[in-house]
């Protein structure tokens, strides 16, 4: 067994492939409508699916925005330099809503950006996860 890919809902499938792409470097892998179905796919990544985890990213023809609730929490992306990350992603026109830094109560070094419809993405350091 191996885990596929997590589903995100977008309100505007555009703005989400391109902070998913030209933020934070993703590929879109794959897209498919469904117009009987009134809803888009596209599956974004940093690899095939056959090898990595990805985004699938749901677009319902006609609903902009969705109630993010409190049981979702984040995806996590390994990077090498959370600092310098952080820079690129707002430099793009990210938004960085926790700056990179050890988190509370560890030595991990973390930070947090948001997508066009609020989700969160943390950034995690290499070599500092875990501890």
């Known amino acids: 067994m ?26 879109v892998l794959r897209q498919h409508d469904f117009p009987d179905g009134k809803f ?28 993010m609730g409190k049981a979702y929490g984040h995806v996590a992306i390994e990077v090498d330099d959370a600092y310098a990350t952080c820079e690129q992603v707002k430099k793009a026109g990210g938004k960085v809503v ?12 973390i930070a947090f950006v948001e997508d066009p419809d609020g989700y969160k993405v943390e950034f995690i350091q290499k070599g500092t996860y875990g501890v």
Request: charged share 25%; no cysteine; aromatic share 10%.
């Open 2 to 27: 191996r885990m596929l890919h997590t589903m995100l809902r977008v309100g505007n499938l555009e703005k989400s492939i391109q902070f998913y792409t030209e933020i934070l470097g993703m590929k």
């Open 40 to 67: 888009t796919l596209a599956f974004v990544g940093y690899g095939d699916e056959k090898d990595h985890t990805v985004l699938e990213l749901t677009y319902n023809y006609g609903v902009e925005s969705y109630d």
């Open 98 to 109: 926790r700056e990179a830094g050890p988190m509370m109560h560890g030595t991990t070094v």
